[in-house]
């Protein structure tokens, strides 16, 4: 596979015939990578229709009860992750291949353009982080890598990861999306992470789905009676 680059484009403030990517119950959070493994004829000419430009695409969220539009183009939820290809790797001669997308920014769907490509292109504005100046930024950070450790303590395996993964982001913002991909389980409730441009609402967010996870290891590991 071609490795991740470090390089993103720069954040417009609007996007034009950006082609999204339909999917149920995923999400792709800014600073956040997704692997996708892409086979479907419409999907393959996406990527290729990517690869060949700005290496774009955007992951959006199928609205419920989508199963018998599946094929066609069924309704998705307006907010959407923006994802540059940072990886690529062709499987065999047809097109398939599999594809690493890094979260590049929240955008909303603006209107869904006309299908002159076998895939979906829409017009979508960026979503900017929010955050009130009176919020304590450094102690919203200390909290989540606090909280990211002792979870870490619990995990079987990958605890040390998570710890590095914690530390390395460069920002508030970046750390509550990457612990919200990583961590966020339920489809509904990492749609409303990706809805929020409030940060510190999302640390909010997110710390009381750690401390629940936390709560429920700790009472796990107790003595059976």
Known sequence: ????????PPIPPRW???PIFPLPSVQLFPHALLPLRVFEPRYRDM?????AGERLIAIAALEPGYEPEYHNRPAVRPVIGVGAIVGHEP????????IILRGVVRA???RELPPDQSFRLVDAVTIDDQCDPSFDQQAGRDTLVLLADQLALKLPSGGETLRELARSQPTLAALVDVLSAALVTDPDDRQQLLETPDVAARVDRVSNEIA???TRLTSSDGPSN
């Not at 990527?47 to 690869?51: C, D, E, L, T």
């Not at 499987?91 to 599999?98: L, M």
Request: hydrophobic content about 40%; proline content about 7%.
């Open 108 to 110: 909303r769907i603006e």
């Open 16 to 18: 034009a015939r950006l």
């Open 91 to 98: 499987i065999g001669d047809e097109g398939h291949a599999n």
């Open 1 to 8: 596979m071609t490795p991740p680059s470090s390089t993103l």
């Open 47 to 51: 990527v290729r229709h990517a690869m």
């Open 212 to 214: 629940t996870v936390l």
